[in-house]
């Protein structure tokens, strides 16, 4: 799933060869042996500058994984710019790729942002969809505070990948990478350990130190890599975010499936305006439940038992078109309907996947922006929603005039390139609940896939702390996923020992990515830092809107509870909300 981060990276970067041991940095070893100290600047001694790190090499001993090793395609210095929660200080820009061992692979391109004034700190940003772009460095995180400066601009060294292949015009959509065995591997995962420990080591070379903590921080499929960071490789990070988090992205992908062949009847496509209307009705009839009419949904569960779009009406008028047949953009039809009724409902599989899967859940629909149309944001939920062409077969290209749901291109992709292998596979043939001779195969990518692990000792003894959000009107992840895969960590581990060292909050009136309702901001990483580092567990927490009712407040409420209004007070404010189990 794509995330706020990904922005297209175009260095010429040729293919080179398997980098032998003996061609490793000079004097890069000199520091490895120091940490620093977290939260301190950093002038150790040892140091490189921006300009020796130019044509560097990391030998592949020193990454975990099997690689060719990797280079630095090119290093140089970006001035400072910027003031205020913007502000930048001068840092060390690095663009590299590690070599695959198939010489029919992509390279992992990956880019490494080293602050002149070091924190003493890493952080990792994870990519979206299926990936194939390099996510700014530079950039804010998911849902990042708006009013304090960037990772990098806080004196981080940052960096990202590709995670193996570089997608063509359709971007994080693009799933053709599918057909190579390690460029599917390193796009499972094997690239976050990859792309860790070449920056890492070129980490060493230049400050002379190792970082005193690294952190990962992603959404959507970026989510789903920093469960994989915190259970694959517990030794590598000492806390991780996760937004959105798509960590069960084949039942995910079989979800995506059954909605593309709802959508894709006849009649069954509504169109932006028919789901500005359902979404009207759904919040004239929910806004309420939570005790405050301020255009949030936040008693969402009271939602979806008690909102019909069969039976809702707005301002009087039922939703449904009269008799249920088709009547324009003033109604809904049966068909249509139908449809939304598949997204808020459970995916029922006819076998168990290797993670012990054999559902994935419905959708919080009702009260979900699935792409009203507009301007700006509203542009981009427009893309991540139903998009503007109905899914068929084969499946619309997607454009510059338009596109299909951008889950039903997901989906179409991962039959074409990930399931069949044959370009040509018509998507329409395979029914994900009843596979056939397909079956195997799906399930063995569950197992690739997945972020499966659901015992994370390894990462809670080292002192790992997990932060995990998910807003309730996501039109891409359910929420109800991340429940159940919380759901799945209390199961293997027992709740007080999950609690002691993760938290999952579900933001009201978000979306995946952006929200229109409620567009959330909140300070993950300082959050992360104090639990991590000083051992200050997480404590009613704000979140702050920056679209709905921009500088708006809510707490963040740790799953089960959700705010429920007092009664009193501004609902432009966090303490007029309590987190509630009602």
């Known amino acids: 799933m794509p995330d706020q981060h990904s922005h297209r990276q175009r260095p010429h970067l040729g293919r080179f060869a398997a980098i032998a041991p003996g061609l490793a940095l000079l004097g ?11 939260g301190q600047p950093y002038a150790g001694a040892h140091q490189k500058t921006c300009a ?42 690095v663009l590299g790729e590690i070599a695959p061992v198939d010489p029919a692979a992509p390279a992992i391109r990956f880019q490494l942002d080293l602050p002149a004034q070091w924190n003493g700190r890493a952080l990792m940003l994870g990519g979206g969809g299926y ?28 960096f990202s990948s590709d995670s193996g292949h570089q997608a063509n015009a359709t971007t994080s959509r693009d799933g053709s990478f599918g057909l190579n065995d390690e460029a599917l591997r390193n796009f499972a995962g094997d690239a976050i350990k990859k792309t860790h420990d070449a920056a890492l080591h070129l980490i060493a070379a230049r400050y002379g130190a190792k970082p005193g903590k690294t952190y990962f921080a992603g959404g959507s499929t970026g989510g789903r890599e920093a469960l994989l960071a915190a259970g694959n490789w517990p030794d590598d990070f000492n806390g991780v975010i996760a937004l959105y988090p798509a960590w069960n992205a084949v039942a995910l992908n079989l979800q995506f499936g059954r909605i593309t062949q709802a959508l894709a009847r006849p009649g069954a496509y509504p169109s932006p305006a028919q789901r500005k209307r359902l979404y009207d009705a759904a919040m004239a009839a929910c806004d309420g439940l939570d005790g405050a009419p301020d255009g949030v949904i936040s008693n969402v569960d009271a939602c979806n038992a008690a909102f019909d779009p069969a039976t809702a009406t707005l301002n009087g008028t039922p939703l449904r078109c009269p008799d249920g047949g088709h009547g324009g953009d003033n ?6 309907i139908d449809a939304f009724k598949v997204i808020s409902t459970p995916l029922q599989l006819g076998y168990t996947l290797a993670s012990g899967e054999s559902t994935y859940p419905g959708f919080n629909t009702w009260g979900t922006n699935w792409g009203t149309g507009g301007a700006g944001v509203q542009s981009t939920i427009l893309t991540l929603g139903l998009g503007t062409l109905q899914p068929a077969s084969p499946m619309p290209a997607v454009s510059a005039n338009g596109s299909p749901p951008y889950h039903s291109t997901f989906w179409d992709q991962w039959v074409r390139y990930f399931v069949t292998r044959d370009s040509g596979y018509d998507w329409a043939k395979l029914d994900g609940r009843h596979p056939g001779p397909w079956q195997a195969r799906i399930v063995q990518l569950n197992g690739l ?83 991590v580092e000083w051992d200050i567990a997480p404590a009613d927490p704000i979140v702050t809107d920056t679209a709905g009712v921009p ?8 799953y089960p509870a959700w705010p429920q209004y007092k009664g009193r007070g501004s609902l432009d404010e ?4 309590r987190c509630t189990l009602q």
């Not at 020193?62 to 090793?69: D, E, R």
């Not at 109604?331 to 249509?336: A, F, H, N, R, T």
């Not at 966090?574 to 909300?577: E, G, L, T, V």
């Open 28 to 38: 890069a070893l000199a520091g490895c042996g120091t940490v620093a100290v977290p």
């Open 52 to 93: 020796d790190l130019n044509a560097m090499t990391v030998p592949a001993p020193s990454i975990g994984l099997p690689t060719g090793g990797a280079r630095v395609i090119r290093a140089e210095t970006v001035a400072a710019a910027g003031d205020g929660a913007k502000a930048i200080g001068a840092y060390c820009k």
């Open 131 to 158: 990936n194939g772009t390099i996510p700014d460095p530079a950039g804010n995180l998911p849902a990042g505070p708006i009013d304090r400066p960037t990772p990098l601009g806080r004196g981080y060294a940052t």
């Open 331 to 336: 109604c809904l039809s049966d068909v249509e």
């Open 449 to 531: 896939q997945n972020a499966n692990r659901t015992d994370l000792s390894a990462f809670q003894a080292r002192g790992g702390k997990i932060l995990i959000a998910h807003g309730t009107a996501d039109a891409l992840v359910s929420t109800q996923a991340t429940r159940q895969y919380m759901e799945r960590l209390r199961t293997a581990m027992g709740g007080n020992r999950v609690d002691s060292f993760v938290r999952y909050y579900e933001i009201a009136g978000y979306g995946h990515v952006f929200g229109t309702a409620f567009n959330a901001a909140w300070d993950s990483l300082a959050l992360l830092e104090n639990w």
């Open 551 to 558: 500088g708006r407040t809510r707490p963040l409420c740790t």
């Open 574 to 577: 966090a303490s007029s909300f």
